[in-house]
């Protein structure tokens, strides 16, 4: 059974930091991408960032210049560092790992981390 488990989020006053850790366990094969995307109520879950195994990344417009994803792919890991935080960034933030593609594409989540960003 696959399992993410997402860590690092907490509550942060706006312009400070937070880094957040995303471990991805059990048995699955090659992971090709893996991203974090957020969810704030009564919204769509929204694309933060993806990184591939390669190492390409790909961002959202409202986070370009402030957060950064890295993976490690030898310990099935990705991360998300979080910098200049707003009070627009609260929600809940939620790991993805991919294997495959196309139409033979398998998406995995973890339960979410909160992240609350004071004004």
């Known amino acids: 059974q696959v399992q993410l488990v997402e860590s690092g989020g907490g509550l942060v006053q706006a312009g400070g930091s937070l880094r957040l850790s995303c471990v991805v366990s059990g048995t699955i094969f090659s992971i090709n991408a893996m991203g974090w995307y957020r969810q704030a109520p009564g919204n769509k879950r929204e694309l933060v960032a993806t990184i591939t195994s390669g190492g390409d990344t790909n961002y959202a417009d409202s986070v370009k210049g402030r957060f950064t994803i890295s993976r490690d792919n030898a310990k099935n890991t990705a991360y998300l560092q979080m910098n200049s935080l707003k009070p627009e960034d609260t929600t809940v933030y939620y790991c993805?790992?991919?294997?495959?593609?196309?139409?033979?594409?398998?998406?995995?989540w973890g339960k979410g981390t909160l992240v609350t960003v004071s004004s």
């Open positions: 993805n790992a991919r294997t495959g593609r196309g139409p033979f594409a398998m998406d995995y």
